[in-house]
């Protein structure tokens, strides 16, 4: 099953496509925070939304200090900051699993050679469970939109992890499960693509979409099936 691509660096997506996490509340949980800010739950749902561009580039620093700009905008009382920011934290990063096989993914593309790094689109909460997945220790290097002030699909930030690995980005392969129009960046950018499709990722979830890609996977970790056993020498600068 090789495929005639052979990258020298992989640049991972995280979410959906190296982890994914099980929300710990329901919806209609949501309710008591909702009748102490006095608004609808979709209405401060949608506010907090609006805030996703800034905290995606590391504008916003915490939950905390997300919910005081939604409760100022919609009058809400500021001891309610607490409750909102805890809902947010405990559904994205408190319950967060490998998709099977990543970990033994990760140690075989290093074994064979192959660099890799992480391109993550993500908010203040990301960073904590990147360390506590010992992630820091599987990769090569690691980016991350809150911290680098870039988000996929930018070609800067594929440029940039490309470079992480001494490498330009038509030299790596980046795979990811599409969310963000990532695939369309990473091909802008100049990389080679494949496109995960695995449960609980964006293509999964919306499989109407048009995703362009080299290379299909059902798991994260079949990508093994596709690379050469030992990765191209990277030339000396």
Not at 94 to 105: K, L, N, R
Request: hydrophobic share 40%; net charge negative.
């Amino acid at each position: 099953m090789k495929s005639d691509i052979n990258p020298k660096g992989i640049l991972f997506d995280l979410w959906g496509t190296l982890i994914y996490n099980v929300p710990r509340y329901k919806r209609e949980e949501y309710e008591p925070i909702a009748r102490q800010v006095g608004r609808p739950a979709e209405e401060i749902w949608k506010k907090w939304i609006s805030y996703a561009p800034d905290a995606l580039r590391g504008n916003l620093k915490s939950g905390q200090e997300r919910a005081f700009k939604v409760l100022a905008e919609l009058g809400g009382p500021p001891e309610a900051a607490a409750a909102m920011a805890h809902f947010e934290a405990e559904n994205l990063s408190g319950q967060v699993h490998f998709y099977e096989g990543v970990p033994e993914m990760l140690a075989e593309l290093r074994r064979r050679g192959y660099k890799a790094c992480l391109i993550s689109n993500c908010n203040y909460l990301t960073p904590e469970v990147v360390e506590r997945m010992g992630l820091p220790g599987m990769l090569d290097d690691i980016v991350m939109s809150c911290q680098v002030g870039l988000v996929k699909p930018e070609k800067a930030i594929y440029q940039l992890a490309a470079s992480r690995l001494g490498l330009v980005a038509k030299d790596c392969l980046f795979v990811g499960d599409g969310g963000d129009g990532e695939l369309d960046g990473a091909r802008d950018a100049g990389c080679k693509v494949a496109l995960v499709a695995q449960e609980r990722g964006h293509a999964y979830r919306f499989p109407q979409k048009v995703y362009p890609y080299d290379i299909w996977l059902d798991r994260v970790s079949d990508l093994l099936n596709f690379l050469p056993d030992n990765a191209p020498e990277i030339s000396a600068a």
